[in-house]
């Protein structure tokens, strides 16, 4: 992927610092064989484009397309990630949860998309009013020891906030 399309990223963080895109598939979390057969086809760089411009839409609909042609297929749990993320654009927050709570649950802590997940997970859960959940889901993020720094970072700014402005949440950890 290249700078300029994780640059516009940025658009799709409501204000906050780039996120970066489901770059590759994620390898060692997948079926045996999965990784291996599969190739990053033209398809699924449209997807990104579109994540890239904050077209949600049209990037959940470009992700349905590539998953229901087999060959070109992802594997599940990118799939999962990337949808999440795209549903994330579309601002379609129950999507977000249905997506990317799978992705939190089946996915390794030790990958790099895991905070990212956990974040967007917990803003989505914010913004459907469901503040203990989001709590847990921003905890959650702060709990990892992935190197990504940044989610944790704004995970932890908006956990204070919820703790500030919703003085009946818990946000012990």
């Known amino acids: 992927m290249t700078d300029a399309v994780q640059a516009e990223e940025s658009g799709l963080s409501q204000g906050a610092a780039a996120e970066p895109a489901a770059g590759a598939p994620i390898a060692d979390q997948e079926q045996p064989g999965a990784a291996e057969s599969w190739s990053e086809p033209e398809e699924y760089v449209r997807v990104l484009s579109a994540l890239a411009s904050g077209e ?31 549903h994330f654009a579309a601002l379609d927050w129950a999507g977000v949860v249905a997506h990317l709570r799978q992705y939190v649950v089946n996915g390794s802590p030790d990958d ?17 009013g469901r503040l203990d959940e989001a ?27 919820i703790a500030d402005e919703s003085p009946g949440v818990s946000t012990a950890p």
Not at 63 to 85: D, K, N, V
Not at 151 to 157: D, E, I, K, S, T
């Open 56 to 86: 949600g839409a049209q990037a959940i609909a470009r992700l349905e397309q590539l998953q229901a042609q087999p060959p070109l297929a992802l594997p599940e749990l990118a799939a999962t990630y990337l949808s999440g993320m795209a």
């Open 135 to 161: 709590s847990l889901a921003y905890r959650g993020c702060l709990m990892l020891t992935a190197r990504e720094r940044l989610p944790r970072q704004l995970a932890f700014a908006l956990m204070s906030r």
């Open 112 to 128: 790099w998309h895991m905070p990212w997940a956990y974040l967007r997970l917990g803003q989505a859960l914010e913004e459907l």
